[in-house]
């Protein structure tokens, strides 16, 4: 079970990260 909250802790971080440097190339771009 600590894994699998790990795993998607991790998860849910990246995905956050991702969308975030998304947004910022967005508006660096526009």
């Not at 079970?1 to 526009?30: C, D, H, M, W």
């Amino acid at each position: 079970a600590i894994y699998r909250e790990l795993f998607s802790y991790l998860l849910f971080t990246g995905t956050f990260s991702s969308i975030r440097v998304l947004i910022l190339l967005f508006k660096t771009i526009v």
